[in-house]
């Protein structure tokens, strides 16, 4: 069996465990569960759409290279065990569409800000171990959560009416209204899940590193929603690099393979002395950068200079019919795909460090400048952090007995800048939501 049939049957197993394990007895779980198994006539698109095919992806693209075919079966396991939590984390992520400050302030904006609140709350204080009583922390909310339809927060709405279709045709003792608003168990899973990872890789030396960045991860999340107001690029960036699960994700590989799979000796020089740590959290950067902005970090300063003008006439051609910088970047045409992280973004209201402070700018051409300049000087730390991690891999790779673990790092990167160079709505675009 190849290494991706493995990881994806892992996944599947580790997700139907989790969902008895930590989800609520509920139509949701029951909905899940007939979802990806082998009853679904659509299961493929199921997959595809809770995202579990690109975490799959992804997985199979990090670790390929650097195992031996005898280890297959166990790290297929540990890919499974994180993949099922980030399918809860997809979902949950989701109800943050829409509350960028671009974005038009719809109906039930308020009541998820809030829902994010608690939820980011009650997490935060389980990773510290602080609680074991998600459940009872979580059920002040589980009312609200009923106005929101998790289909319509997703980027792929719908996808999900076929498959709902097919278990409602099954079930007739349930209502699509159950699955479309019944967001809350998938809540409480995404934190049992989180907090059961993070209890079992407390045992390893990168334990430290990886609770660490799930709770600066969800603080992040937290911080970006209570923003009402511009700040300076580099405190976004910050927050941003935060926001992103790269640190956490990275941490537990890296203890997968260095401390289960293989045991390396020396890792706990460059845990201690903080160079995994740096690795890790540049990475975090490079790789928010990318899926904020994807090639336009690449272009030299005449190639952004054509990109700004292109905009620019089409802003002029058109005064009569836009008057907001968010319209312009969305209607521009974009044959080779430049604007595509942007475009991504502001269809679907999320936060982003290029765009963000557009929003408090007092007219189209200002908004348009700063953009520019947003762009220069991110493109400019995007070389910055990838010489800084070249750098700090190298000196990695001169301590360690193997090159495992600056590989996995660098694979990291490499598979998020290639994904996010892609078009947001083709199928592997869809892994970034």
């Known amino acids: 069996m190849s290494l991706h049939s493995e ?4 996944t599947i197993e580790n997700v139907r465990s989790s969902l008895v394990r930590h989800m609520p007895h509920s139509p949701q779980r029951s909905y899940y569960l007939w979802g990806i198994s082998n009853n679904n006539p659509y299961q493929e698109d199921f997959l595809q759409m809770i995202g579990l095919n690109q975490l799959i992806n992804l997985s199979t693209q990090m670790i390929g290279d650097l195992i031996e075919p005898e280890d297959q079966q166990t790290i297929a396991q540990y890919c499974g065990r994180i993949n099922a939590y980030f399918m ?7 109800l943050a569409n829409g509350l960028s400050s671009l974005c038009v302030f719809d109906e039930n904006a308020s009541i998820r800000r809030d829902i994010l609140y608690s939820f980011n709350e009650v997490m935060v204080s389980r990773l510290k171990d602080e609680h074991n009583d998600t459940i009872e922390l979580l059920r002040p909310i589980e009312e609200l959560t009923r106005n929101v339809s998790c289909f319509a927060q997703s980027i792929t709405p719908r996808k999900h009416q076929a498959c709902i279709n097919a278990y409602l045709a099954q079930r007739p003792d349930i209502t699509q209204q159950e699955i479309e608003y019944g967001i809350w168990p998938i809540l409480v899973a995404n934190i049992e899940s989180c907090h059961e990872l993070a209890e079992y890789m407390s045992h390893f030396q990168v334990g430290t590193l990886l609770a660490q960045g799930f709770i600066d991860r969800y603080q992040g999340v937290t911080r970006t929603l209570k923003l009402d107001h511009g700040l300076p690029l580099n405190e976004l960036v910050r927050m941003g690099t935060h926001t992103v699960s790269v640190v956490p994700v990275l941490a537990y590989f890296a203890g997968v393979l260095s401390e289960i799979i293989r045991v390396e000796p020396r890792l706990y020089s460059v845990i201690q002395d903080g160079t995994l740590a740096d690795a890790l959290t540049t990475s975090a950067v490079i790789v928010r950068l990318a899926n904020d902005a994807g090639m336009l970090l690449n272009l030299s300063q005449s190639e952004r200079k054509a990109v700004s003008a292109g905009i620019q006439q089409h802003y002029q051609r058109h ?11 969305m209607s521009v045409p974009d044959e080779t795909t430049m604007l595509t992280r942007l475009q991504k973004d502001l269809l679907h209201g999320e936060f982003n460090i ?14 348009l400048t700063l953009l ?25 790779d001169r301590r360690m007995t193997s090159r495992t673990l600056s590989n996995l790092i660098a694979g990291f990167v490499r598979f998020h800048e290639m994904i996010y160079a892609e078009p947001y709505n083709s199928n592997i675009g869809e892994y970034v939501a």
């Open 7 to 10: 990881i994806a049957k892992a």
């Open 319 to 329: 005064l009569a019919d836009i008057d907001a910088i968010d319209h312009i970047l």
């Open 88 to 94: 809860y984390e997809i979902i949950s992520d989701n």
């Open 372 to 396: 520019e300049n947003n762009i220069a000087n991110l493109s400019e730390l995007y070389y910055r952090s990838q010489t800084h991690l070249h750098d700090l891999l190298a000196s990695i």
């Open 354 to 367: 290029c765009l963000h402070n557009l929003a408090y700018t007092n007219s189209v051409d200002e908004a």
